[in-house]
Nanobody, 119 residues
Framework: QVQLVESGGGLVQAGGSLRLSCAAS????????MGWYRQAPGKQRELVAT???????DYADSVKGRFTISRDNAKYTVYLQMNSLKPEDTAVYYC?????????????WGQGTQVTVSS
């Protein structure tokens, strides 16, 4: 059974940086694409970035050039490096397996990690 534990969130000023981590278990990590999602208050959960098992990455237009997704298969961990943060990046950030563009597909989510960007 998959388990996902996100960490690394916090409060940061606009223009600052954070690095999120997501530790996965219960899957053959290296064989799976992974995705980072976020949900802002009053908004639907959205896909932010994906990374395939071959390390091919893709990003939402809103974060392209500012965020970088990466993975460490030995540690069963996916990362999200977030630079030049904006107040509109404020959200709870989650990871999940597969990187589906439809968050409603997933029955399981970890607890997420809160990112708050002050102006």
């Amino acid at each position: 059974q998959v388990q996902l534990v996100e960490s690394g969130g916090g409060l940061v000023q606009a223009g600052g940086s954070l690095r999120l981590s997501c530790a996965a278990s219960g899957i053959i990590f290296r064989l799976n694409a992974m995705g980072w999602y976020r949900q802002a208050p009053g908004k639907q959960r959205e896909l932010v970035a994906t990374i395939t098992s071959a390390d091919i990455t893709d990003y939402a237009d809103s974060v392209k050039g500012r965020f970088t997704i990466s993975r460490d298969n030995a540690k069963y961990t996916v990362y999200l490096q977030m630079n030049s943060l904006k107040p509109e990046d404020t959200a709870v950030y989650y990871c999940n397996v597969g990187g589906s563009t439809d968050p409603l597909k997933y029955a399981y989510w970890g607890q997420g990690t809160q990112v708050t960007v002050s102006s």
